[in-house]
């Protein structure tokens, strides 16, 4: 059986910054197209982390991510599509702060000896060398019924393993079905090397639908599936390493 580790003498915090510029370069009743780029950085307190890849300490230098140039693109109304040249400096992750991030935001690694190392998702993520590579994203309405979303992505970073990731998403558009505001089920799998490996942590797919009621009152239930190494083996063996959540909101409008 693991020690147990007294969470008051791990803590960790971080901050991040962000910037943005984008010109529209067409727009008619057939394309829209803008280029763009972005900046972000983040900011923390310095110190040792535990590096997972070689089981050993490193000094922690928080960095900056880039994505530029960067298009996007609606044609005929139908089709959106996006690409951009993403890079890195120092010790950078791009989306950090998305949906499973909750969940994840502190790992637990096996270092031998029945003893468990807490690892921060920001110090388990990021990469070792700089990053270089590109992130796609394609959407298309299918006959005003249904929207169907994806998106890619393949960071490299010398040679060390590629960062990819994967997003589904696929949306039925409003008014389909009475009160219905919204439904829609999504797939995401990011920053992992092996993005088809969908049973495993850095996974997280769930359906979410919301219905309008009376009075500008919506009841929304959230279904969420996602995957936690809590032994620290590498692999998810176990049945409570399967995390379900199921959430039940409501909504005002005036």
């Given at each position: 059986k693991a020690d147990p580790f007294d969470i008051t003498k791990k803590t960790h915090s971080i901050v991040a910054a962000s910037a943005d510029v984008g010109y529209p370069v067409l727009s008619n009743n057939w394309?829209?197209?803008?280029?763009?780029?972005?900046?972000g950085k983040y900011f923390g307190k310095s110190g040792a982390y535990y590096d997972v890849a070689t089981q050993s300490k490193r000094d922690l230098k928080y960095g900056w991510g880039m994505a530029a140039p960067g298009i996007r693109a609606n044609i005929f109304k139908?089709?959106?599509?996006?690409?951009?040249?993403?890079?890195?400096?120092?010790?950078?992750?791009?989306?950090?702060?998305?949906?499973n991030y909750d969940i994840e935001r502190v790992s637990f690694v096996d270092v031998g000896n029945a003893n468990l190392v807490p690892v921060s998702r920001y110090e388990k993520l990021f990469p070792s060398d700089p990053l270089k590579g590109i992130f796609g994203s394609l959407g298309i309405s299918v006959l005003n019924i249904v929207t169907v979303s994806g998106a890619y992505q393949d960071m490299r970073q010398g040679a060390a393993d590629p960062v990819r990731g994967i997003y589904g998403d696929i949306a039925l558009s409003?008014?389909?079905?009475?009160?219905?505001?919204d439904a829609r089920a999504y797939?995401?799998?990011?920053?992992?090397?092996?993005?088809?490996?969908?049973?495993?942590?850095?996974?997280?797919?769930?359906?979410?639908?919301?219905?309008?009621?009376?009075?500008?009152?919506?009841?929304?239930?959230?279904?969420?599936?996602?995957?936690?190494?809590?032994?620290?083996?590498?692999?998810?063996?176990?049945?409570?390493?399967?995390?379900?959540?199921?959430?039940?909101?409501?909504?005002?409008?005036?």
């Open positions: 394309l829209n197209l803008m280029v763009f780029g972005e900046f139908i089709v959106n599509l996006g690409l951009e040249w993403r890079m890195t400096g120092g010790d950078f992750v791009y989306n950090l702060f998305n949906q409003p008014g389909i079905i009475p009160k219905i505001k797939l995401t799998r990011m920053n992992v090397t092996d993005p088809f490996d969908i049973k495993s942590e850095g996974t997280l797919m769930g359906y979410r639908v919301t219905a309008e009621l009376a009075g500008g009152v919506t009841l929304t239930w959230d279904f969420r599936q996602t995957y936690r190494d809590l032994d620290g083996s590498g692999a998810i063996d176990h049945p409570d390493e399967t995390i379900t959540s199921t959430s039940i909101e409501t909504g005002f409008s005036f």
